[in-house]
């Protein structure tokens, strides 16, 4: 790459004004003519056998246009496209069920399909879903993953007896034997609570029959359009070609919006069916309580040591609560690929248990299975080092995979790119001011007070494959125009990539318009999910840049009659080697290349490149945090007061994105630490229901986030870059806990589960049944 002038530059986000002005396009913006609205009617049981549906009152009801139960629709549209499982290393067992877009025999959670409505508008609609009669044989129920596993518990589906969808195992070295001959030996049981994503936006989607090839315009919020439309071509039997999905703007997804849904095969089938505009956008309800959920694991960890510290195995056994059907397999068992964490160790011993519930499924929420390693990881080794009376920062020291050590082989089967762990971790101690932290800490604990310092040092994996796409075009102007296959939505890829393009090509920032979301005017692409955005994409976009220069240099050879080897890119102008006075500008290279100037016989026309980066390896940011906390003990009310995080992600191409991904990421772990919780009750009943009931925190919750980096560059991708979006959701959970628990030292309070509520705390503080020990 060429001498930096916006790479790693405060530049504004040129996404930015449409979005702060309110001028931009969502789904729910758009009104085509005739466009019927539909709405779903969901089960009210979370286990019940569908006895009777009656339709009748609401086709009769003014302005329905059509009504579907389950076996209708059947009719119309086949079952869900099957999900992952089978090509997964090391998973047995799992057999796919067949999952229908609506239920027509049996209802597995609460808000489940059972109807649909079709009608004028969504008022309407929603008005004759009341008018709908459902029938059911209600069914024993079972929300719990544990209890799930009892020979006596509701089954859910034959496919899976005892309710176990799959189990995955991996070992390395021989764990049994390290854990018999350790002379400290360090185990807890351990949940990652079930949690919600809650975008601003909720899911929404339009269909459209596209009336010039018969084909279908689906605009939707969605994280990767690609996936969708090949989703859909199964589900409406039309070829790919046929059907183009436009993703606008995309009110925050955070995982939750790859994939397609039961609503999507609905309103997708139903517009073809009934040759007009459909459209649906979730309730808030729905969302909370039939948008995939996130986490939901119990675990119990378990360490083998030596005496003075070092890690000889590590043990983990895990029940991922899938919900009523699998959605994200994958999320668990990359919780076991992960749970390396930063450290080192030879023996390991993995077995993940994926298990069905009558409950909503879980899959891909920000971070998708590291958190939750993280944690298990994090978590362990506080509780090591309070088992051998050593400092934190001693025991991660002692245990870290050195920088002289990568690319690393880990137990668990990944190979890391790049690291330097102490280097950060020392970089955090003197940002925090560590050691007057702890000063402090040991003056209110003799005043009657309790601060808790948390430490946590994590890496997480981003900039997966398979691969991803750029079309770099040069307009005849001189402006150019980039195609992606990525799908931004917050990510701020129109302004990294427009940094990208002005280096390489000394194009005016202004001059450089970023297109994606949209199947028509994109190159095949994965999207935006896994922090990969950036690593992959923006590498797809090297790839094409450098093809683009490389023809540039050869017109401007021809136009300055010298050698193309002659030809150097400096100063935002191709020029002579030796001779500043002959030089050209890319506006000058375009206007020849499509047409003016006649080129030779061996230079095409036109200036533009299609490429794509398949990644060798995955990128492994990390980062050292320290988050300090006071819990009042006669309330249990933990007081957030300062958190350091040093994040590395490799080189940094805008440090303002950076600065808001690691804010971003950090409310929604710390709100997982402290706050947020999806809660069912004991017959499968959603309690936390409404924004009334699941606690979302607002920004008055949280200290000033005090922020700074390393840079360990990666040699895998051209950019040298690492994901960033994912990685302060990964370390916020265990720093928070770590903290509470480091505050709650003195009462002999070893581990508590998220969320660390108030009176969760003030409990556990009335259990222990001593004074505090300062």
Not at 282 to 287: C, P
Request: some cysteine; hydrophobic content about 45%; proline content about 7%.
């Amino acid at each position: 790459m060429v001498h930096s002038r916006f790479i790693g530059a405060r530049v504004k986000r040129k996404e930015d004004p449409r979005l702060i002005t309110g001028s931009s396009t969502y789904v729910d913006d758009l009104r085509p003519p005739r466009t019927a609205h539909m709405a779903v009617l969901r089960s009210i049981y979370a286990h019940a056998r569908i006895v009777r549906v009656d339709l009748s009152a609401a086709l009769a009801h003014p302005g329905v246009i059509a009504a579907y139960d389950g076996a209708a629709f059947r009719t119309l549209c086949g079952p869900l496209p099957g999900r992952e499982g089978e090509a997964i290393p090391g998973m047995s067992g799992f057999v796919p069920p067949t999952i229908w877009p609506v239920a027509a025999e049996r209802v597995r959670y609460v808000g489940e399909p059972v109807a649909i409505v079709v009608a004028a508008d969504r008022y309407i609609a929603r008005d004759a879903l009341d008018r709908i009669t459902v029938e059911y044989a209600p069914l024993p129920a079972v929300v719990d993953a544990e209890a799930a596993l009892a020979p006596d518990a509701p089954q859910l589906y034959d496919e899976a007896p005892g309710n176990v969808a799959f189990i995955w195992r991996h070992t390395h070295g021989d764990a049994a034997a390290a854990f018999a001959v350790a002379p400290v030996v360090v185990a807890q049981r351990m949940v990652n609570q079930r949690i919600a994503a809650v975008p601003m936006e909720p899911r929404a989607i339009l269909a459209q029959p596209d009336p010039l090839n018969g084909g279908l315009i689906v605009t939707t919020s969605t994280q990767n359009p690609h996936g969708v439309r090949k989703q859909l071509a199964a589900l409406t039997h039309l070829p790919e070609t046929l059907i183009r999905v436009i993703a606008p703007e995309v009110g925050g997804g955070f995982g939750v919006k790859s994939g397609v849904y039961p609503e999507d095969a609905m309103i997708a089938v139903l517009a073809l069916h009934l040759r007009r505009p459909i459209k649906w956008t979730e309730t808030r309800g729905e969302s909370l309580g039939t948008t995939q959920h996130g986490r939901g694991q119990v675990a119990e960890v378990s360490v083998a040591a030596h005496a003075d510290g070092e890690i000889t195995a590590l043990r983990l056994r895990v029940l991922a609560n899938l919900g009523g059907f699998p959605r994200g397999l994958f999320v668990p068992i990359l919780t076991g690929r992960m749970m390396n964490g930063v450290y080192r160790y030879a023996n390991i011993e993995l077995e993940i248990t994926g298990v069905y519930t009558n409950t909503m499924a879980t899959g891909a929420y920000r971070g998708a299975g590291r958190p939750e390693a993280a944690y298990y990881i994090e978590r362990i080794m506080d509780l090591l080092a309070r088992e051998l009376d050593m400092s934190p920062i001693e025991i991660r020291r002692r245990n870290f995979i050195p920088p002289d050590a990568f690319p690393y082989a880990t137990a668990t089967g990944l190979t890391y790119d790049s690291g330097d762990y102490d280097t950060a971790l020392t970089r955090v101690l003197a940002f925090a001011g560590y050691d007057a932290l702890r000063d402090e800490q040991a003056r209110l604990r003799a005043a009657g007070r309790y601060l808790g310092i948390g430490l946590v040092t994590a890496t997480e994996i981003s900039g997966g494959g398979p691969f991803e796409s750029a079309d770099v075009r040069v307009e005849p102007s001189g402006a150019v125009t980039v195609s992606t296959g990525i799908s931004p939505h917050g990510q701020g890829e129109e302004t990294t990539f427009a940094q990208i393009v002005a280096d390489e090509l000394g194009v005016a920032m202004a001059d450089i318009i970023v297109v994606h979301g949209d199947t028509a005017r994109t190159p095949p692409g994965i999207g935006t999910f896994g922090s990969r955005g950036l690593v992959v994409g923006g590498s797809a976009l090297v790839r094409a840049l450098e093809s683009v220069k490389e023809k540039a240099r050869r017109i401007a050879a021809h136009l300055l009659e010298a050698a193309p080897e002659d030809i150097q890119f400096r100063d935002g102008r191709f020029g002579v080697a030796g001779a500043a006075d002959r030089s050209v500008t890319l506006k000058e290279i375009a206007a020849a290349a499509y047409g003016g100037q006649r080129l030779p016989t061996d230079i095409s026309s036109g200036l533009e490149s299609v490429e794509f980066f398949r990644p060798e390896l995955s990128a492994f940011p990390f980062s050292a945090d320290i988050c300090v906390v006071e819990v009042d003990a006669e309330t249990g009310i933990v007081t957030l007061r300062n958190y350091f995080t040093v994040d590395d992600c490799g080189r940094v191409m805008s440090p303002m994105l950076v600065e808001g991904q690691i804010h971003g990421g950090l409310a929604q772990g710390i709100a997982q630490a402290l706050w947020e919780e999806v809660v069912y009750d004991a017959s499968g009943q959603l309690v936390t229901g409404s924004l009334m009931d699941y606690a979302v925190p607002t920004a008055r919750a949280f200290p000033r986030f005090a922020t700074t980096h390393t840079e360990t560059l990666t040699a895998f991708n051209p950019l040298g870059a690492k994901g960033i979006g994912e990685l302060a959701t990964v370390s916020a959970p265990p720093a928070v806990v770590n903290a509470v628990l480091d505050a709650l030292a003195p009462f002999g309070i070893k581990h508590l589960d998220m969320p660390l509520h108030a009176e969760r705390i003030w409990q556990a503080i009335q259990n222990a049944g001593r004074m505090p020990v300062h």
